[in-house]
């Protein structure tokens, strides 16, 4: 049973920085791909960002790429999502989550995540 607790959230101003962090439990960690995804009031969760079991493969919404950095650091059991030039448009919460299956491609389906975290609240003024 995978476990995954995101942290790093906060209030910014337009053209900051943050950094997400999730740490991850119950799993072999360095077998299972891993997403980031959010959700704004009234909209769907959509995807952000996906790392490869191995981290030789990214993968990015247009809305972020360029901006945002998704990164992996198997000896902690941690996923990284790295957030510049944030825009008010990217205030969400942002939830990590890890893929069904070992040795996947990292998918931007949310049905291919098995585990989610709680999520944590990013907040971009303008």
Known sequence: Q??????????????????LSCAASG????????????QAPGKEREF???????????S????VKGRFTISRDD??????LQMNSLKPEDTAVYYC???RGAY???SSMKESYAYWGQGTQVTVSA
């Open 97 to 99: 989550a890890q893929e």
């Open 2 to 19: 995978g476990q995954l607790i995101e942290s790093g959230g906060g209030l910014v101003q337009a053209g900051g920085s943050l950094r």
């Open 60 to 63: 990015y919404a247009d809305s």
């Open 48 to 58: 952000v960002a996906s790392i490869t079991w191995h981290g030789g493969s990214t």
């Open 27 to 38: 799993r072999t960690f360095r077998l299972f791909a891993m997403g980031w995804f959010r």
């Open 75 to 80: 000896a902690k059991d941690t996923v990284y």
């Open 104 to 106: 996947g491609p990292g």
